[in-house]
């Protein structure tokens, strides 16, 4: 398997050598280029050989514009921003203008790696803590336009689906995160990020909505026990 290539946005040169180090011990990824401000990752967008942009827009230099102005010269690139504490505004905003996921800079080294890997998948990560503040703000996650470069509705993403599945089907958070290879870290942020969308807020409602929406059968459910996610 080919690693993930991750672009380093950030004008300070330690939290792009921090960043580096985070990727530096496994095979799973490779930081093939890095942008020290806006204008330097706009240039870099047309040519770069990476997947996913990480990057921290609100560091000296950068403004949110490069986003969408990146985006716009090569729409391939993925971004995952990666700041200190915002408002649920500045982050909404964010996501409208082509974050796809969202991560602080105080997450553990295994959700910053998730967040990277499940962007270059193709779904959309939330760290606890973002949905936290958006939520605080009454800002409803399903309700934000997160693609203005496409007209199709927010939904559940593929990963999303597989582990609504495996919660019907009884297993654990810690067997769930072994059958996908992920952090039952980052398992329980898709769960948070699941119940926000689907707007309930236990097992059983997630359950419910596999099974009415023919993820799962009820009769495997109700034979194989309580689920214990």
Same mark, same amino acid.
């Given at each position: 398997m080919q690693p993930?290539?991750?672009l380093l946005a950030d004008s300070n040169q330690l939290i792009r050598i921090g960043l580096r180090n985070v990727f530096s011990d496994t095979e799973k990824y490779s930081v093939v280029d890095e942008a020290v401000d806006g204008d330097d990752l706009v240039a870099k967008a047309a040519s770069t050989a990476a997947e996913v942009v990480l990057i921290d827009y609100t560091s000296p230099g950068f403004t949110i514009d490069a986003i969408p102005q990146s985006r716009?010269?090569?729409n391939k690139l993925q971004f995952v921003a990666i700041t200190y504490d915002q408002s649920g505004? !500045?982050?909404t905003n964010a996501i409208k203008s082509g974050v796809t996921s969202y991560i602080k800079k105080d997450c553990d080294i295994e959700e910053i790696r998730d967040a990277v890997k499940e962007t270059a998948a193709g779904s959309k990560f939330f760290c606890g803590k973002i949905l936290e503040t958006i939520q605080k703000e009454a800002i409803e996650v399903q309700n934000i336009d997160v693609a203005p470069f496409s007209c199709a509705p927010i939904a559940l993403t593929q990963r999303e689906q597989e582990i609504? @599945? @495996?919660i019907a089907e009884g297993n654990t958070t810690t067997q769930i995160a072994e059958k996908l290879f992920l952090s039952s870290h980052t398992i329980n942020t898709?769960?948070?990020n699941i119940m926000t969308k689907l707007g309930?807020?236990? !097992?059983a409602a997630i359950v419910m909505y596999a099974v009415k929406n023919n993820l799962v059968s009820p009769n495997k459910f109700l034979f194989s026990g309580e689920a214990r996610v």
């Open positions: 993930i290539k991750i716009e010269i090569n505004f !500045t982050i609504i @599945l @495996l898709h769960r948070k309930v807020n236990n !097992t």
